[in-house]
C-alpha cells in the first residue's frame, strides 16, 4: 500500500527556514514524480514544486522561486523542500504527492502549473506557520 509521509512543518518567523520531508512506504520513490502543494485558509491548493523521476527535472511556482529547493535520495526513499526566507504568506498546509503512471513534473515544465488531478497519492499535510 503506497503511503507518502510529511514532517518538518512548524512555527519560524519571516525570514527563518524549514525543511521538510516527504517520506514513501509501500513503493520504491524513484520510480515516482514527487510534488509539495500547499493550502491556505480559505484557498485552494496549489503547485509548489515538484521533481521528476528519472532525469529528475524541476518545477517551481513563482512565488517560491528563488528561495525553495526541491531534492529527492532515492537511497532513503525521502523527498525533501527546502524553504529559506519564509514569508507569512507561505503560511499554509503542505502537502507531498506522488505519482507514478503520469510524467506529471514534465508536464507541469510544459504547461507552466502543477494540477493536484496529476498526482494519485496524497500525505496528510504539515503545517507551516510564519509568523512574527
Known amino acids: 500500500q503506497v503511503q507518502v509521509v510529511e514532517s518538518g512543518g512548524g512555527l519560524v518567523q519571516p525570514g527563518e527556514s524549514l525543511r521538510l520531508s516527504c517520506t514513501a512506504s509501500g513503493f520504491t520513490l524513484e520510480y515516482y514524480d514527487i510534488a509539495w502543494f500547499r493550502q491556505a485558509p480559505g484557498k485552494e491548493r496549489e503547485g509548489v514544486s515538484c521533481v521528476g523521476s528519472g532525469d529528475g527535472n524541476t518545477y517551481y511556482a513563482d512565488s517560491v522561486k528563488g528561495r525553495f529547493t526541491i531534492s529527492r535520495d532515492n537511497a532513503k526513499g525521502t523527498a525533501y523542500l527546502q524553504m529559506n526566507n519564509l514569508q507569512t504568506e507561505d503560511t499554509a498546509v503542505y502537502y507531498c504527492?506522488?505519482?507514478?503512471?503520469?510524467?506529471?513534473?514534465?508536464?507541469?515544465?510544459?504547461?507552466?502549473?502543477?494540477?493536484?488531478?496529476?498526482?494519485?497519492?496524497w500525505g496528510q499535510g504539515t503545517q507551516v506557520t510564519v509568523s512574527s
Open positions: 504527492a506522488a505519482e507514478l503512471m503520469k510524467a506529471s513534473c514534465t508536464t507541469a515544465h510544459a504547461m507552466g502549473r502543477m494540477h493536484t488531478s496529476d498526482y494519485a497519492d
